[in-house]
Every structure is written in structure tokens, then in C-alpha cells.
């Protein structure tokens, strides 16, 4: 996961609270790793999930597809509604393909680049 967002272009990566990585483009996040967090709780026990990711997401629809599609491992909390993103827990990674994981880092960078490097490293493909 860190190497595909690290290997997109103009990637910086800086450290969040609790020294967790954010990977952003142009100074903007694309994706980034949460502290344990009270709106992000297994619903059995209620302890606060330790390993959620954030994927920035180009529009709500693109959201809505993710989350709402069983066969996916992504999901939302009441804290991310309006929010242009999707959560993922790290221990759910193995649940993806790595192209699909590849196409999900792909487009949050797409959704948080600028217009002219975005389409610079659509050209590039």
C-alpha cells in the first residue's frame, strides 16, 4: 500500500498524529492512515479500529459505489458524510486484488492532483 501511493508523481509524504503517514499531492491529501479513532469501533467488542486508511474519492457517487457494494471491503462513518472518501482497515487489505488496490491509491491521487498533472500522467498511461 505505501509503495503504490509513494509511487505515484509529486507525492510528499508527511506525518500525521501519532506519526501515521499522509501522502499528498500538491499539498493535498490522497491518502492517509487514522489514530484509532471513536467513530470507527468494532461493533462486537466497541474498541476503536487501529489500522483504518483513508482513500479520497472523486465524487459522492464514486463513494456511494464503494461503500454500498457488498463485495467490497471499504466503508464510511457518520463522521466522513459529505466527505469525498472512503475507509478501508489495513487487516482487510489482503481482501482486494492488487490491481484493484493500485486503481483505488490511483484515484485519489487523481481526485487530489492538479488538473494539468493529472492529465499529464493520464497522457503517460
Known sequence: MHALAAGMPHVTVVHGSGDNPVYQ??????????????????????ERFPDVIVFWVESDADKQALIQDASTPFFTTAHFNGHPSVLLRASRLGELTYAELAEVVQDAWLSRASARRAAAWLAAR
Open 25 to 46: 499531492v500538491g499539498g493535498k491529501s490522497f491518502v492517509f492512515f487514522r489514530n484509532p479513532r471513536p467513530d470507527a469501533v468494532d461493533p462486537v467488542t466497541g
